[in-house]
């Protein structure tokens, strides 16, 4: 059967995308954030899943304002990098897993997850900065990848329960696939970041080391944050982190921390990282 | 009753965030255009179309005046306080080649070089800037130990 065995849990920042495509990931600024990654890299090389399922929020890319769902599952055979006013990333096409994916929604929405199938769609930098940061630059990605888009950029999003529940939802629905994968989810975005108003640059140490310590915990305390707990101590962008708890909840109760690493400032964000393998 | 009156469920803290605006339905109804032209320039030759007369361009999508005049002028705060949301003005900031770094400082007061100074000490502080009641008290946003060197350049 199929098997999640472990989470990725990593900040999204555009910034990251951009120095990486034009060359700048040895600059000072740069280095010490890629640098970061160095385990992630091997770790994941060694571990070498068959699947990803990527849970990321689109950045108003691929949904525009007339349609906002607030958790959609990728069920295409492929996805292409988004246009997201520069120009697509130069960064390869994501191969989907069509038979996997649909068997994943229907499983979903039989177990009340009301999800919103897609079937076309470009993906923004929301999911392929994680790639970046834990591939580098290979010729296609290692492994097919699933998208999980999460509704965080109008309110309200799910809450943080909601998405722990998906991530339990989400843990039973691939058991119940008869091959055998080794699958990692990603849980991206955060950390504390604001992009808006006079509090922008809003930074919250202690509050993200809080949260990293709770999932890798229990995340008793995580699951039951309300969301303007996220936006009042970690910014109105540091809500992304309810995404952190579907990959959180998608894991067995008891996980082992294998690597953390957190770095400001990556352009206006507290990056955070955090691999959990079931323990 | 008007169709401007905004009814929100009644959610502890929602408007008690200092200096911050939350992108609810009601603010995403009344930006909608706003966002909406935004989306348009994901594409080369509507970005083209925009670059080459603003104005004509604003002028084919239903917002009001006052909103194509915030984005005229790039007024990035009265964008947002006009139903925009950042995620979707980012299209527009991309379009003139700036980062989202960049557009943050412009809300801020601060310059760039100030913000990129904070953001490099540190971030701005969380203390005495969780509530509207810590800004009554203290006279603002606040900064702490990661505060830019004000006025020394």
């Known amino acids: ?279 | 009753m008007s169709n401007d009156t905004v009814r929100r469920e009644p959610i502890e803290g929602f408007d008690d965030i200092p200096g911050t605006t939350l992108f609810d339905a009601q603010r995403a109804r009344q930006g909608y255009y706003v966002n909406q032209f935004c989306m348009s320039l994901m594409k080369a030759e509507n970005r083209a179309e925009f670059k080459a007369d603003e104005r004509k361009y604003l002028e084919k999508w239903p917002m009001t005046e006052e909103q194509r005049e915030a984005i005229l002028k790039r007024d990035w705060q009265r964008m947002i306080d006009l139903g925009g949301n950042i995620y979707y003005l980012s299209k527009l900031f991309s379009t003139d080649g700036k980062s989202f770094q960049y557009v943050a400082a412009t809300m801020t007061g601060l310059t760039q070089e100030q913000y990129a100074e904070m953001m490099l000490n540190g971030g701005r502080t969380i203390e005495n800037n969780r509530s509207k009641a810590d800004w009554a008290r203290t006279g603002g946003p606040a900064f702490g130990k990661n505060a830019p060197a004000f006025g020394k350049k």
Request: proline content about 8%; glycine content about 8%.
């Open chain 1, 1 to 279: 059967m199929a098997k999640i065995v472990a989470s990725v849990n990593v900040s999204h920042v555009p910034a990251i995308g951009a120095a990486w495509d034009n060359g700048k990931a040895n600059d000072p600024y740069w280095k010490p954030i890629f640098s970061g990654f160095d385990f992630s890299k091997k770790w994941i090389a060694d571990l070498k899943p068959d699947v990803i399922l990527l849970v990321y929020n689109d950045h108003a890319s691929a949904f525009d304002a007339s349609i906002i769902p607030t958790f959609a599952i990728g069920c295409a055979a492929q996805f292409p990098p988004a246009d997201e006013g520069w120009g697509p990333r130069p960064v390869p096409t994501v191969i989907g897993y069509p038979e996997l994916a649909s068997h994943l929604a229907q499983s979903l929405i039989l177990d009340e997850f009301d999800m919103t199938i897609i079937n076309e769609m470009d993906v923004d930098h929301g999911l392929t900065v994680p790639l970046t940061l834990m591939f580098g630059q290979p010729k296609e990605w290692p492994c097919r990848i699933i998208p999980l888009p999460v509704n965080v950029v109008q309110f309200p999003p799910p809450t943080g329960n909601r998405c722990w529940n998906l991530g339990r939802a989400l843990k039973r629905a691939v058991e119940a696939w008869p091959e055998d994968l080794r699958v990692v989810v990603f849980g991206t975005g955060g950390m504390s970041h604001q992009l808006q108003g006079m509090r922008a640059g809003l930074i919250n140490r202690e509050w993200d080391t809080k949260f990293l310590d709770s999932l890798a915990g229990d995340a008793q305390w995580a699951r039951q944050v309300p969301f303007i707990e996220y936006v009042r101590e970690t910014g109105s962008e540091g809500i992304e982190m309810v995404m952190w708890l579907v990959s959180r909840g998608a894991l067995e109760h008891k996980v082992k921390e294998v690597y953390r690493f957190y770095h400001v400032p990556c352009s206006n964000t507290a990056l955070g990282h955090l691999i959990l393998e079931n323990a």
